[in-house]
C-alpha cells in the first residue's frame, strides 16, 4: 500500500514569492492535516479536512496561507507571499479513524 | 489545549542499552501516538495507544490515560534507532488533531 505522497520535496524560493505544495493522502484515508515543523520542534497543526471541507483552519494564518482539497483526494498548500519566517518543513498526514500517517515533507527554505 | 512535556530532551546511549521515554499531558485524552523521525525527517508510527499497553518487537508502549502518562521502552538499542522520538496525544473537541511534545533526541553510539 502506498504511503502519503508529497511534492516537492524541496524548495527554495526569494521572499514574497508564491509557494505551492501537494500532498496525495493514502488511499481511502477521508481525513487529511497539514503541519508545518520548525526546527528543533514538533509540528504543528495548520488545518484540517473531512473529505473535502475544512474542519479545522484556526492555525492558518489566512493572510497568506492557503489550502484547497478538491473532490476529497488530493489536496493543495499555497503561501502567497512567503516570508523568511516561513522556512520550515511541510508535513501532510492522512488518517481512516484516529491514526495518522506522515508523508516525507517538503523542506521550504525561504531567501 | 493540550501541553505535553516529554523527558528526557537528550539522551545518549551505547549500543544494546535499555531506555525509557516518558509523556506527560495535561488533559484527558483518547489518542495517543508515538512517533520516530528518522535523521531523514520521515515520522515512522511506532505506535497508536491511547491506554493500555502495546509491544512490537524491542519497543513496547504503555499508556496510563487516568494517570496522563505514557512510556516508550526501547531494549537492547541499535544505531538505526537514532533520531527523535515524539509523543503526540489528542482528544477533547478536536479528536482528531494531535499535538505532538518537543521530543526526545536518541542517539546511539556503536
Known amino acids: 500500500e502506498a504511503g502519503v505522497v508529497q511534492s516537492p520535496r524541496y524548495k527554495i524560493i526569494e521572499k514574497k514569492q508564491p509557494v505551492a505544495f501537494w500532498c496525495n493522502p493514502i488511499?481511502?484515508?477521508?481525513?487529511l492535516y497539514w503541519y508545518r515543523q520548525n526546527l528543533g520542534q514538533g509540528p504543528e497543526l495548520l488545518i484540517r479536512?473531512?473529505?473535502?471541507?475544512?474542519?479545522?483552519d484556526s492555525q492558518l494564518p489566512k493572510d497568506r496561507f492557503s489550502a484547497e482539497r478538491l473532490k476529497g483526494v488530493d489536496s493543495t498548500l499555497k503561501i502567497q507571499p512567503a516570508e523568511l519566517g516561513d522556512s520550515a518543513v511541510y508535513l501532510c498526514?492522512?488518517?481512516?479513524?484516529?491514526?495518522?500517517?506522515f508523508g516525507p515533507g517538503t523542506r521550504l527554505t525561504v531567501t | 489545549g493540550i501541553q505535553v512535556e516529554q523527558s528526557p530532551p537528550d539522551l545518549i546511549l551505547q549500543e544494546g542499552a535499555n531506555s525509557t521515554l516518558r509523556c506527560n499531558f495535561s488533559?484527558?485524552?483518547?489518542?495517543l501516538q508515538w512517533f520516530h523521525q528518522n535523521p531523514w525527517g520521515q515520522l515512522i508510527n511506532l505506535f497508536y495507544?491511547?491506554?493500555g499497553t502495546k509491544q512490537n518487537g524491542r519497543l513496547s508502549a504503555t499508556t496510563v490515560a487516568t494517570e496522563r502518562y505514557s512510556l516508550l521502552y526501547i531494549s537492547s538499542s541499535q544505531t538505526t534507532d537514532s533520531g527523535v522520538y515524539f509523543c503526540?496525544?489528542?482528544?477533547?473537541?478536536?479528536?482528531?488533531?494531535?499535538?505532538f511534545g518537543k521530543g526526545t533526541k536518541l542517539s546511539v553510539k556503536p
Open positions: 488511499s481511502g484515508h477521508n481525513t
Open positions: 495507544i491511547p491506554s
Open positions: 488533559d484527558s485524552v483518547n489518542n
Open positions: 479536512y473531512e473529505n473535502e471541507e475544512a474542519v479545522d
Open positions: 498526514a492522512s488518517s481512516f479513524l484516529y491514526e495518522q500517517y
Open positions: 503526540a496525544p489528542g482528544g477533547g473537541g478536536s479528536q482528531g488533531n494531535l499535538i
